[in-house]
């Protein structure tokens, strides 16, 4: 399965023609809960004819703060509404005392996985469903204890819950903190993995990389992809664009490229013809 997060200006679009190339589309809800008139008629037409998926920005999971308990709840009620298959989120936080508007690093130490995993739970139990954490991009690891691999993994088998696997953040992580990518990767647990992302970044220096969003996928993520379907099987993976979107015949030339990788493993006869 191949997914496309939408962002609003592909909404005439898609209302007009959903690209055959496209199983499955993924929104923050956060831009979409108080929305009424137009924008949430038009949402729910498509929510109503597609496959959807949430990935929150808000959720804060690693916060010292309370977690914001009718949010969640508010949240719960709009995956009913629009028929949400999947929600994730980031293993990171992005408020304390007031709302920070960035993805902070959550600290690799034994205390802070103390302090997430019941976060993760409660979210849990509270929606009634699973939900699938990322591995997002950092820039910075204060007090650092364990390895990123290491506090992921045990974040996620104590909470029980999924992962949401973003090959391009392994990739700029791994430029950005020096390890080797093909290891990260080879050491997640594939029973976690409920899907994937890939997107562009912006190259700031030769050993800073910023994981924008903003361009084409390269090569080296594209590799990274390919490996992650021949270690851990063939997962959904979305094609994550904020900005500097084109019209969604360009994009859809990258879903093509995924696509292509995942009949490679699927289809191993059918793509030795194709090549």
């Not at 709840?73 to 990171?92: A, C, Y």
């Not at 007090?143 to 949401?164: M, N, P, R, S, V």
């Not at 190259?203 to 903003?214: F, K, P, R, W």
């Amino acid at each position: 399965m191949v997914g496309l997060g939408l962002r609003r200006e592909m909404l005439d679009e898609l209302l007009e023609h959903v690209p055959k190339q496209i199983d499955f589309l993924e929104v923050a809800p956060e831009n979409w809960l108080k929305l009424g008139g137009r924008f949430k008629k038009q949402f729910k037409t498509l929510t109503d004819a597609n496959n959807f998926v949430c990935h929150g920005l808000s959720l804060s999971i690693g916060s010292p703060e309370p977690l914001d308990i009718e949010f969640i709840k508010s949240l719960k009620v709009f995956f009913d509404q629009h028929n949400i298959k999947m929600f994730s989120e980031h293993l990171s936080y992005c408020s304390g005392q007031g709302h920070m508007y960035d993805l902070m690093p959550i600290p690799f130490t034994k205390e802070a996985i103390a302090h997430v995993v019941p976060r993760i739970k409660q979210v849990q139990d509270i929606l009634e469903r699973p939900i699938a954490m990322e591995n997002v991009s950092y820039y910075g690891a204060p007090g650092q204890e364990l390895t990123e691999l290491e506090f992921t993994i045990e974040i996620l088998e104590q909470a029980d819950c999924k992962l949401l696997l973003d090959v391009n953040n392994i990739y700029v992580n791994s430029i950005n903190h020096g390890y080797d990518a093909n290891t990260f990767l080879a050491g997640l647990p594939t029973k976690r993995i409920a899907y994937g992302h890939v997107a562009g970044h912006y190259n700031e220096a030769n050993d800073l990389i910023v994981d924008t969003h903003g361009s084409d996928v390269i090569d080296p993520v594209w590799e990274l992809l390919d490996k992650a379907y021949k270690v851990h099987g063939v997962f959904p993976t979305l094609l994550e664009r904020d900005f500097n979107i084109p019209e969604i015949n360009v994009l859809t030339k990258e879903l093509d490229i995924i696509i292509q990788l995942q009949q490679k493993y699927l289809n191993p006869e059918l793509s030795k013809q194709r090549a």
